[in-house]
């Protein structure tokens, strides 16, 4: 969402006559799956609500997990693709490598060519980009997870080799370069088991913070970390990155596990007022960490929300942490704030006896998923 009230959407449809506006990024739907991105007014009533709609990809399967708008009214996304026909444009990398591979477009909604950038992005494995964040004058972020040997990684980067398996990763892109000029950062991120890396935010205040889940017993983390040791299987982890350090052994500035004996998922991040980050995602731990209201039993896969003040250390640093679900599967998948510190937290869940606040029910029979939208105020 931005600050004149657009809302920006990307996904993925298998439908060749999904509503469109505005110029194509390519003049027909690709096949199979495809990408697609959206900018809508909620302020305007009816079609004319549709600022902008397009959908991206080619003959196979093409789908978009993130996207972000910047202050020149362009918008990016980014996902993966197992398509060797993309639509390119000023390409960094001209052809699909692997199987699954990153690709990331930037569009020019008000333009009669809107696409501005469009590009394959990965090695000879496994790439999925999760996340992106433009930055300041051409530069963008990226974020997510890799099996590839030989993604492209940087000579400066914090973290050159690739651990056993899948590792998250840091790329930064300058657009106005051309070609594989643009690659001006790219750094693996993890340990030496599976790292996957979820979310991704700039703090405004020249650093990155990354979340995701994590197998490694060795994921880099902080002295001044919430918790510096894995509790479990999967572990959730939080890490800020100092932008202006990104080349040297001090690129991170804090770093945590957070998690229980068992597997904890992360899928949503966010910054809140006061220096906070906020994550969310399910876990099976019995002994997730909760603090700051009463303790909710794990008899399942619950969702989380959990607040963390990196500014103090240890047990401290959990402000805020609580479950939430009914005797089946529930699972956060998004989190945002407000002004006032307020979290907004949205999911899925098969419990027909998941908790609510307007009487309203679960509106099909348990096993079946359905959306939840909560809202949590843990300064109150």
Same mark, same amino acid.
């Given at each position: 969402?931005?600050?004149? /009230?657009?809302?920006?959407?990307? /996904?993925?449809?298998?439908?060749?006559?999904?509503?469109?506006?505005?110029?194509?990024?390519?003049?027909?739907?690709?096949?199979?799956?495809?990408?697609?991105?959206?900018?809508?007014?909620?302020?305007?009533?009816?079609?004319?609500?549709?600022?902008?709609?397009?959908?991206?990809?080619?003959?196979?399967?093409?789908?978009?997990? %993130?996207?972000?708008?910047? %202050?020149?009214?362009?918008?990016?996304?980014?996902?993966?693709?197992?398509? /060797?026909?993309?639509?390119?444009?000023?390409?960094?990398?001209?052809?699909?490598?692997?199987?699954?591979?990153?690709?990331?477009?930037?569009?020019?909604?008000?333009? %009669?060519?809107?696409?501005?950038?469009?590009?394959?992005?990965?090695?000879?494995?496994?790439?999925?980009?999760?996340?992106?964040?433009?930055?300041?004058?051409?530069?963008?972020? #990226?974020?997510?997870?890799?099996?590839?040997?030989?993604?492209?990684?940087?000579?400066?980067?914090?973290?050159?080799?690739?651990?056993?398996?899948? =590792?998250?990763?840091?790329?930064?892109?300058?657009?106005?370069?051309?070609?594989? =000029?643009?690659?001006?950062?790219?750094?693996?991120?993890?340990?030496?088991?599976?790292?996957?890396?979820?979310?991704?935010?700039? =703090?405004?205040?020249?650093?990155?913070?990354?979340?995701?889940?994590?197998? %490694?017993?060795?994921?880099?983390?902080?002295?001044?970390?919430?918790?510096?040791?894995?509790?479990?299987?999967?572990?959730?982890?939080?890490?800020?990155?100092?932008?202006?350090?990104?080349?040297?052994?001090?690129?991170?500035?804090?770093?945590?596990?957070?998690?229980?004996?068992?597997?904890?998922?992360?899928?949503?991040?966010?910054?809140?007022?006061?220096?906070?980050?906020?994550?969310?995602?399910?876990?099976?731990?019995?002994?997730?960490?909760?603090? /700051?209201?009463?303790?909710?039993?794990?008899?399942?896969?619950?969702?989380?929300?959990? #607040?963390?003040?990196?500014?103090?250390?240890?047990?401290?640093?959990?402000?805020?942490?609580?479950?939430?679900?009914?005797?089946?599967?529930?699972?956060?998948?998004?989190?945002?704030?407000?002004?006032?510190?307020?979290?907004?937290?949205?999911?899925?869940?098969?419990?027909?006896?998941?908790?609510?606040?307007?009487?309203?029910?679960?509106?099909?029979?348990?096993?079946?998923?359905?959306?939840?939208?909560?809202?949590?105020?843990?300064?109150?």
């Amino acid at each position: 969402v931005d600050n004149a /009230g657009f809302v920006y959407l990307a /996904g993925s449809t298998a439908s060749g006559d999904f509503p469109r506006g505005g110029a194509p990024l390519q003049e027909n739907f690709g096949g199979g799956t495809d990408a697609f991105v959206a900018m809508i007014r909620p302020a305007d009533s009816g079609p004319d609500a549709l600022w902008y709609s397009q959908f991206f990809g080619g003959a196979e399967t093409d789908v978009a997990y %993130s996207v972000a708008g910047d %202050s020149a009214g362009a918008i990016y996304f980014a996902g993966y693709t197992t398509s /060797g026909n993309l639509t390119l444009a000023a390409a960094a990398q001209g052809a699909n490598r692997g199987g699954y591979e990153g690709f990331v477009v930037r569009v020019l909604p008000a333009s %009669s060519t809107p696409l501005a950038f469009a590009t394959y992005f990965g090695g000879g494995s496994t790439d999925v980009i999760t996340a992106i964040a433009p930055g300041a004058d051409g530069e963008v972020y #990226l974020a997510g997870y890799t099996a590839s040997d030989n993604f492209p990684i940087t000579d400066d980067a914090f973290q050159r080799e690739k651990g056993a398996g899948v =590792d998250a990763f840091l790329v930064k892109l300058d657009l106005k370069r051309p070609g594989l =000029d643009s690659v001006v950062y790219g750094t693996f991120v993890g340990g030496d088991d599976l790292d996957v890396a979820e979310a991704m935010k700039l =703090d405004g205040a020249g650093g990155l913070w990354l979340a995701g889940y994590t197998l %490694s017993r060795n994921f880099p983390v902080s002295p001044n970390a919430y918790r510096t040791v894995a509790s479990g299987g999967a572990d959730v982890f939080l890490t800020r990155f100092d932008l202006s350090k990104l080349s040297s052994a001090n690129a991170i500035t804090d770093s945590t596990y957070l998690g229980g004996a068992d597997t904890d998922v992360l899928y949503g991040m966010t910054l809140v007022s006061g220096g906070r980050v906020a994550l969310a995602g399910y876990t099976f731990s019995s002994d997730f960490p909760q603090a /700051g209201g009463a303790a909710v039993a794990v008899n399942g896969p619950k969702a989380f929300v959990s #607040l963390l003040d990196p500014a103090k250390s240890g047990d401290g640093a959990l402000v805020y942490s609580s479950l939430f679900g009914g005797a089946l599967l529930d699972a956060a998948t998004g989190v945002a704030a407000d002004a006032t510190g307020r979290l907004f937290v949205s999911g899925f869940t098969t419990s027909a006896d998941f908790p609510v606040t307007d009487g309203s029910k679960k509106l099909s029979l348990g096993g079946a998923a359905q959306s939840f939208v909560l809202e949590v105020a843990p300064d109150r």
